[in-house]
């Protein structure tokens, strides 16, 4: 028995240095153009220029002294490009090699290497190259610019294709230094809870009571947003939630006489459902984002109370007055995600210009407010 734990603790052991050995392998590092290995938390700052901290110091490796980087499971090799060096991260190598630049600064770029000789790869001249390439190859010779077009897009999965393919009719097989993970949309759904400060007002809609405004007011907001959380720039947020407004005016005129007034509370709990577009800029640990878009909103409970002077209102007027219809609007904000807070939090400011429809006394009415919103992606 003391045999059989000794050999099971022994293989616990031997897996757990096979382990850290592998991921020693996967390690962020770079090769100095003196050949010295370098380990370390490293930040590309575009593509001739990167940021080593080893140990609490920071140090700035160019393209002129740097060969090799490994940095987040993506290898980058210095290469010329029109007489300039640039970092560019190995996708696929072989007769035909294939490079890539992403970076949160830049749009992606592709590059075609055989030989010595490397093409930039542009949405323009795609077509062109790969038809060029193709006519030296068997496989090429039925293939119009338009069929290849159709069958090669613009993107990284077809190029890997065209490579792999290219490289086959040569009589050679790809050696794949890294595989390539495509970097994959995440429908995330997120929590959102907050708070909204706002302010009502009538517009000049309204004849008896143009330009009456309530004080300030607190409200909050609960709902659930579906969004697309990841290292890209656009995404669009669909959303529902739950909002809560509250406002008074006191002694508003009415159209009767000098001596009518009347107050007026009302209670407004609305579903909503926004759609916002949303730019995030792309960064490892805090992402800023700024967004933009409209809202529709179904009322839930609207509670309407009203205090005359000198006057009263009828039942039947009442009961019809007390209805709020749908409200809308629109809201523009800014905010920061954090990717590594609690799976993914979010702190949002919006600002949101709102409208709701009524007849009679509140028509025209509509409310500026200010919100601070949290996010909580929950899967």
Known sequence: MNKILYLL???????????FAQEGLVDNYLVTSQNDT??????LKGDSLL???????????????????????????????????????????GYMSLYRFKNFTTKEKFFFKENDSIYVVTENNY???????????HQGSDLTAKRISRQYKYNLKSMIEFIT?????????????????PEKDRYDIILNAGSDMHQLKMSDKNEDYSGASSS???????GLSFGLINKTEFSIRPGIRYTMKEGSFTKLPVGLNSYTSVDIDFKLRYIEVPV???Y???????????????????????????TPYRFSYPDSFEKEANKMGISYGYAGGAGVYFPKILRGLEVQVNAERSFYEHDYDLEGLQSTSFKVIFGFTLN
């Open 9 to 19: 603790l022994t293989l616990v052991l031997l897996s757990a240095s096979a382990s």
């Open 38 to 43: 370098l380990r370390g938390s490293i930040k």
């Open 51 to 93: 940021i080593l901290k080893a140990r609490g110091i920071k140090e700035s490796y160019t393209v002129d002294n740097t060969k090799t980087i490994l940095t987040e499971g993506k290898k980058y090799t210095v290469e010329n490009v029109l007489g300039d060096k640039k970092f560019l991260q190995e996708i696929v190598t």
């Open 127 to 137: 077509p062109g190259l790969i038809s060029f390439f193709l006519s030296t190859c």
């Open 165 to 181: 393919v290219y490289n086959s009719c040569k009589g050679n097989l790809n050696d794949q230094i890294i595989r390539y993970q």
């Open 216 to 222: 300030n007011s607190v409200g909050y907001i609960l």
């Open 276 to 278: 916002m577009f949303r």
């Open 280 to 306: 995030t800029f792309t960064q490892k640990n805090i992402r800023p984002f700024v967004s933009l878009g409209p809202y529709v909103g179904i009322p839930l409970f609207s509670q309407v109370k009203r």
